[in-house]
């Protein structure tokens, strides 16, 4: 009987994107999509396996193609690849089939994501008696609400005492690149984030998620300059 592995990677990658077609797979900074994200969960050494789901045949044959030695590639279940279908439904679904103790839940649509960031989240997920853990950024906004009608109101700051940004905290956003938990937790929770949650924080243009054409642009250009 196999052993129970204590950390793996799970990314969700599905080929009915309507946005930009088949994006996973799409060459971006000279390499597709998911290569970036494959890439920092392989050179984790706390990660033992990665796992890939897809509904896809060609996101298969392309993913067993780069040859990744952690990688598994898994059926994703027709249910859970729909466009109103939460990330929640494939993770649970994994969840139920394979023995794990913790999980790296990754987006493939977050390619400024590194090893070096797996790392150093596990380190500190591990460390502490939190039972999930989330990446973010800090941003340095002033933030706003409609109160009634066309009136707003602040929500982080006083403008009659406006900081100045290096004095201003700022705020943690939520940047969606990865999650930590329990498969203990997920299955009891059904959310990939539960419990007490402590946090990872990312550079700020890490924010920014391919979602769009324009997302694409940015974040293209961002690797290149990372890279060179």
Known sequence: ???????????????????????????I????LIWWTLTAAEQCPDI????????????????????????????RSVESATDSAASEVSLLEFAEKHEFYSVVFIQATSPLTTSQHLTEALAKYFSSDADSLLSVVRQKRFIWERANGDLVVPINYD?????????????????GAFYITSREQLLKSKCRISGKITYYEMPEESYVEIDELEDWVIVEELIKRRKY
């Open 29 to 32: 900074a000279g390499r597709p």
């Open 159 to 175: 403008p009659q005492n406006r900081p100045r940004r290096q004095d201003f905290e700022g705020y943690l956003v939520e940047n």
């Open 1 to 27: 009987m196999e052993a129970t592995l204590k950390t793996v990677a799970f990314i969700p990658v599905r080929g009915g994107s309507k946005s930009i077609p088949l994006k996973n797979i799409k060459p």
């Open 48 to 75: 033992e396996r990665i796992f890939v789901s897809t509904d896809s045949e060609e996101i298969r044959r392309n993913v067993n193609q780069m040859n990744f030695s952690k990688v598994t590639v898994i059926d």
